[in-house]
């Protein structure tokens, strides 16, 4: 990667961080931790992974992107403005009644999603659904190819249906299905590791027989090179292993578990903000 194009990439991360601090602060309530450090994985996938039209938003030759761990939606919505799914406008409108930008992505009210998550552990069965319904079309209709994206939590990893889903793709080799997991270690009762510990988390995904990568979720050039990789393992569904850290971005969220599921006052957003755009 060219140094103009990360220093693009950057710039525009800062963008979305903050303009996540000014929804979540304004709407009162919603996920900061989760939202923050999920900026560089949005970012590198809708300006330089992603094939969609936030014009057709159902285009038929698009890439699906599932979005299972619903609750960090504020940087979604936000990337999906900076690209032009939405104007940045509606960003203002977070969590208020009849907006299309609810505390959960909801499918039927706005264009652009590939389904509506809530409960956690869904995301990867949904995906799994859609990449073999879309292998049987490849092979009927001779359908265009495309890839299926499914970012997920750690704490998803919890839960049964999770596990499940991995035993599926692995038996059915979905070498079009990448996941990207979103390690921040933590979780609304704690830190991951002392809540329900997920190491060697490695080596676990692998004994589902899926291809497992691990990189800096933080990182432009890891995340896009990961994907680029992925591409190229054709026997195995892929997951990725992103390390973040929780509220990536501002020093008074950074690493700590009680951010999950807090907002910062207006008071405390304006504060961090000046401190942001002043740097």
């Given at each position: 990667m060219i140094k103009e194009e990360k220093e693009k990439l950057k710039k525009i991360a800062k963008t979305i961080r903050e303009e996540i601090i000014k929804m979540i602060s304004e709407a009162g309530s919603g996920h900061t931790a989760g939202s923050l450090d999920m900026v560089e994985i949005l970012v590198a996938i809708y300006f330089n992974i992603l094939k969609y039209d936030p014009k057709n938003p159902d285009w038929k030759d698009r890439d699906y992107l599932i979005y299972s761990h619903g609750?960090?939606?504020?940087?979604?919505?936000?990337?999906?403005?900076?690209?032009?799914?939405?104007?940045?406008?509606?960003?203002?409108?977070?969590?208020?009644?009849?907006?299309?930008?609810?505390?959960?992505?909801?499918?039927?009210?706005?264009?652009?999603?590939?389904?509506?998550?809530?409960?956690?552990?869904?995301?990867?069965?949904?995906?799994?659904?859609?990449?073999?319904?879309?292998?049987?079309?490849?092979?009927?209709?001779?359908?265009?190819?495309?890839?299926?994206?499914?970012?997920?939590?750690?704490?998803?990893?919890?839960?049964?249906?999770?596990?499940?889903?991995?035993?599926?793709?692995?038996?059915?080799?979905?070498?079009?299905?990448?996941?990207?997991?979103?390690?921040?270690?933590i979780q609304i009762s704690g830190n991951t590791e002392d809540v329900m510990p997920l190491e060697s988390f490695k080596n676990k995904l692998e004994s589902f027989n899926w291809s497992v990568m691990e990189i800096d979720g933080h990182n432009f050039e890891e995340i896009i090179g990961a994907i680029e990789d992925a591409k190229k393992v054709l026997d195995k569904p892929i997951i990725i292993i992103a390390n973040t850290i929780a509220g990536k971005g501002f020093k008074e969220f950074e690493g700590d578990y009680r951010w999950h599921g807090k907002v910062p006052t207006p008071e405390q957003a304006k504060e961090i903000l000046n401190d942001s755009i002043g740097k």
């Open positions: 609750h960090t939606c504020p940087a979604l919505y936000a990337v999906m403005a900076e690209v032009g799914f939405f104007p940045k406008s509606e960003l203002r409108t977070l969590r208020k009644l009849g907006s299309p930008l609810q505390g959960h992505p909801h499918k039927e009210w706005l264009k652009g999603l590939e389904t509506s998550s809530g409960p956690l552990g869904e995301g990867l069965s949904q995906a799994i659904g859609m990449a073999l319904a879309h292998r049987i079309n490849v092979n009927f209709q001779n359908s265009d190819d495309k890839y299926f994206y499914c970012l997920m939590s750690d704490g998803e990893f919890q839960e049964g249906q999770t596990w499940e889903a991995l035993m599926l793709a692995g038996k059915e080799k979905l070498n079009k299905l990448i996941a990207i997991v979103d390690r921040n270690n």
